[in-house]
């Protein structure tokens, strides 16, 4: 009994929590999810102007990837935002939910948000190229970034909070995940050196996998197994951080 | 058991060199109202989030509900229940929405939930506002809704830091009295404030505190005593002179054209009748815990510029 109840009572809480903040929210707030759900098409729309159609698969890969980006950061933000402005974090430390309970219900809660754009964006995915075998590679994709940039924003979060610069922090972590490395472009435009080095960005492999799933060529020296291990790795050292070093009880 | 026991706790918060609190040590009996009185930045909040488990402490001790706070904060907050200082509610979220969510998320099944959000919104006359989204509400209505949430939890320690800010007087009431329905249940409560009504009204004991320490504590009975006089008579200032008042007992200028003397009910009748011969108006009264706060702790502006004091 109580073995279960360990484990089902944090996954209600979750879902309570990304229930309240997220779909009662967007009930009773429905024009809040036009502003989400159009933003990730900005760039999309306009590569697609510019290369007259022909980037359009490196396009959607990459606005795809940076939603989630975008995804994990908003979640940094708005957790801040419960936090200093709400100070309704104080009163879920004071109570039996984890931290990493509270991380999980507010970034469900992001996802919900972001559904109709990520709804979207994968069915360009599946149109411009992936067969239906690939859907479940789609997914685990955007699962995987989804949970890694979530466990980063809450982290981030934690410390920034007496930051004045947060805003920089964060237009900063977008650059260095989401525009620099090669999501919107092919790899293979990069200078080797600068290659390897992308191969370090958990978003890198998330665009690749993007662009494998599409048809796309994707270099010699990557493989899906290579994709998913860096994955992996970023989610686990994230979610240990979020777990260890976030500030939940202040110090 | 002891609801709180803190012993030479201090916190001294990073960047800063004067310690918030400093070698705090507080005993809190449980089913019982403990109030936490001082004025803005004496350390209160201080003190509750450390007990509360949302703060470590620098050094020092606290052990609330028999465990450690410090190291055995899971068990701790299984066992409480919060209003943290200047909370908001969510804006599109209701009344009802805040409660009924949040005991779910505490444990409750949906009956209990729903029983308790009823019972509660009810208490608090929330009832009518339950389906309005908070950011339609007034502030007292939102404070509410806090401390809606905090009350209809099932635990057996509340923490109430300045619950009542912003409320009307009949809101602040209507808290009051859901506060002693939990004591009456058995409960404890931690409750900060610096409303001397509110204390003298709820407390069974108050420690009052002042720059980081505890300067008094002790029931309201107990605190009236910190003043050896129990008789206060203000009288208009116009062409008296202290020295004449102070030959009845200590002397304030309470800066409102006023001077306030306090002494022993034998001297009422003296007084008076120099009052009423110089044809000043006065007023007589017993001394209140405001008076021993203003003693203890100094000048506070909303109190009437207390300017100076006499022994
Ligand atoms: N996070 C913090 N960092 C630095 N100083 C703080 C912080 N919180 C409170 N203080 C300082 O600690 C003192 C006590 O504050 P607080 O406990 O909030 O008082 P109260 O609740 O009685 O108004 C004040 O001088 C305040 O400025
Ligand atoms: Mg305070």
């Known amino acids: 009994m109580v073995a279960t109840k360990s484990i089902t009572l944090p996954a209600r809480q979750a879902f309570l929590i990304a229930y309240s903040t997220g779909i009662l929210w967007l009930r009773r707030n429905p024009s809040s999810l036009v502003f989400t759900a159009i933003s990730p098409f900005s760039l999309l729309f306009v590569l697609f102007v510019i290369s007259n159609g022909q980037y359009v698969q490196f396009a959607v890969a990459g606005s795809l ?96 909070l007496h930051m004045r610069n947060a805003t920089q922090v964060i237009s900063f972590v977008n650059v260095i995940l989401a525009v620099l490395p090669p999501v919107f472009y092919p790899i293979a435009n990069l200078p080797e050196q600068l290659q390897y080095l992308s191969y370090a960005v958990p978003t890198t492999h998330a665009s690749l996998m993007l662009q494998h799933s599409m048809g796309l060529p994707v270099p010699a020296g990557w493989s899906l197994e290579f994709g998913y291990a860096v994955q992996i790795a970023y989610l686990v050292g994230f979610v240990t951080l979020a777990k260890t070093r976030a500030i939940w009880r202040e110090t | 058991m002891l609801a709180i ?62 465990y450690d706070a410090v190291r055995q904060a899971k068990q701790v907050r299984q066992l409480i229940s919060v209003v943290p200082q200047e909370g908001r509610p969510l804006r599109a979220l209701t009344p009802w929405d805040h409660v009924y969510n949040w ?30 989204p908070a950011m339609n509400l007034s502030g007292g209505m939102k404070q509410k809704i806090l401390v809606a949430m905090a009350l209809a939890v099932d635990a057996q320690l509340l923490f109430l830091d300045e619950p009542t800010i912003g409320l009307d007087p009949v809101s602040r009431r209507q808290v009051w009295s859901a506060v002693k329905d939990w004591k009456a249940k058995g409960g404890s409560i931690l ?24 300067v008094a504590e002790g ?52 007084l008076s009748e120099l009052a009423i011969r110089r044809n000043l108006p006065f007023t007589v009264s017993p001394v209140t815990l405001d008076d021993v706060f203003v003693y203890l702790v100094g000048n506070i502006e909303s109190n009437g510029g207390w300017s100076q004091r006499s022994q």
């Open chain 1, 65 to 160: 990837v940076m939603a989630l980006v975008g995804y994990g950061l908003a979640l940094g933000q708005d957790i801040s935002f419960y936090k200093t402005e709400y100070k309704i974090q104080d009163v879920f430390v004071a109570s039996p939910v984890s931290p990493l309970t509270y991380m999980m219900g507010l970034a469900l809660s992001e996802l919900m948000f972001g559904l109709p754009a990520l709804t979207a964006l994968a069915a360009l995915v599946v149109y411009f190229g992936a067969s239906l075998f690939n859907i479940p590679l789609l997914v685990a994709t955007i699962l995987l970034l989804w949970s890694s940039m979530s466990a980063m924003g809450f982290f981030l979060s934690s410390h920034m």
């Open chain 2, 5 to 66: 026991d803190a012993d030479s706790l201090t916190k001294v918060y990073k960047g800063s060199s004067r310690a918030a609190l400093n070698n705090v040590s507080i005993k809190v009996d449980s089913a019982k109202i403990f109030t936490l009185l001082g004025r803005n930045g004496a350390g209160k909040t201080t003190f509750v989030r450390m007990a509360a488990t949302q703060l470590l402490p620098t050094s020092g001790s606290i052990s609330v509900l028999g």
């Open chain 2, 103 to 132: 005991l779910q998320i505490r444990g409750e099944d949906k009956k209990q939930a729903r029983e308790k959000t009823e019972a509660v919104l009810q208490k608090l006359e929330l009832s009518e506002v339950r389906d309005r």
């Open chain 2, 191 to 214: 409750l900060t404030t610096h409303y001397m009504d509110e204390a003298e009204m709820l407390s069974d004991y108050i420690a009052i505190i002042d720059r980081g320490s505890v």
């Open chain 2, 219 to 270: 029931t309201v009975r107990d605190l009236r005593k910190v003043i050896p006089q129990n008789t206060r008579i203000d009288v208009a200032r116009d062409g008296l002179d202290i020295e004449t008042l102070q030959s009845f007992g200590s002397v304030v200028d309470t800066g409102a054209g006023t001077l306030r003397v306090f002494t022993f009910e034998s001297s009422i009748r003296e």
